[in-house]
């Protein structure tokens, strides 16, 4: 009956949306069964996606852990749901982030499966490249881990996309400069910007250097590797610093940066590595304070023995 009811208030889109949807959340606040109230939720996010009533739903969003939770649904019903949440939230310009974070949870319900069903997803992993490297306070993700991306590597028509994705999360702006030399009627078929892309290119750039150079970053390697001017070195550094990319401090004196945090543009074994060797180093300090505390407290306390008698 639920799902007779609820398909029936959502078949007229364009006829008072919101009304609607207020009647929509209603029937799914009475109902129990979970199989109901996912289907009745899935009504509701088809209407404000048809009746462009976004903001009416787009709260819900952050309740869906819950929601999965309590629904207990498959892996198709979880595409589906993750898929039209990331295309809900496409059409509202401002909640980019968001579609992508939907799109790349979409992604990640592929594994394992065969070539023809992983297939099903190469679309959505080319949409989710493309829009990763037009956010432009999006400077990491692990869609490089994810076999719905990695499909695009082999495949005659994506394997571009892919090789720029690689470009943007391990790369520096020289490689990108070469790419789109080479591709630039591929790039402005994806509506990407060059302009946009050497913006973030550079601070992608910055981030590496900050990885890769011991925590010293001098000011002459990153006029080479973002091809700017002398004086405008600063300028990135705070842009990055800006974008919280990197903490460092600027020695203008030695004119080099002095990195204390670099934010990690992917996350795999050699960053697994790295982590587990700062966290045995950090164990090992904190060691060897406790001991130090220790050592002190006796040496105190045997000195407070000595004077006690001393005093007798």
């Known amino acids: 009956m639920a ?4 398909t029936k208030i959502s078949q007229q889109p364009h006829d008072k949306p919101a009304m609607r949807l207020k009647i929509l959340f209603n029937l799914y606040n009475l109902l129990e069964g979970p199989d109901s109230r996912f289907f ?5 996010l088809n209407l404000a996606l048809n009746g462009k009533v976004i903001d009416h739903i787009a709260p819900s969003f952050k309740k869906i852990d819950s929601f999965l939770k309590e629904w207990n649904i498959g892996v198709e019903d979880q595409r589906n749901l993750f898929l039209t949440i990331a295309n809900v939230l496409k059409e509202n310009k401002s909640s ?19 070539s023809y069903v992983i297939g099903e997803a190469k679309e959505e992993a080319v949409r989710a490249v493309i829009e990763f490297v037009k956010a432009p306070d999006t400077f990491w993700c692990d869609l490089l881990d994810m076999p719905a991306v990695g499909q695009l590597e082999k495949d005659a028509k994506y394997a571009l996309v892919y090789q720029l994705l690689k470009i943007f999360l391990t790369q520096r702006l020289d490689a990108y400069l070469e790419f789109q030399a080479a591709n630039s009627t591929l790039m402005k078929s994806y509506g990407l910007v060059h302009e946009d892309c050497i ?12 990885s890769n150079e011991s925590g010293q970053i001098p000011y002459a390697l990153i006029k080479d590797a973002l091809r700017i001017n002398d004086d405008e070195v600063e300028l990135w550094i705070v842009k990055a610093i800006t974008a919280k990319l990197i903490d460092c401090k600027m020695d203008q004196m030695n004119q080099v940066v002095i990195v204390s945090r670099c934010t990690e543009r992917i996350f795999g074994q050699h960053q697994w590595h790295s982590l587990r060797l700062k966290l045995a180093t950090w164990r090992g300090n904190v060691a060897s304070l406790i ?5 002190n407290k006796v040496v105190e306390e045997g000195s407070q023995a000595m004077q006690g008698m001393a005093i007798r």
Do not use: P
């Open 3 to 6: 799902k007779l009811i609820s």
């Open 40 to 44: 009745v939720y899935m009504q509701a």
């Open 96 to 114: 980019g982030k968001d579609s992508f974070k939907f799109l790349t949870k979409y992604l990640a319900t592929f594994s394992g499966e065969d």
């Open 199 to 210: 913006t973030k290119m550079r601070l992608m750039s910055l981030v590496d250097l900050g």
């Open 291 to 295: 001991s130090t505390i220790q050592a």
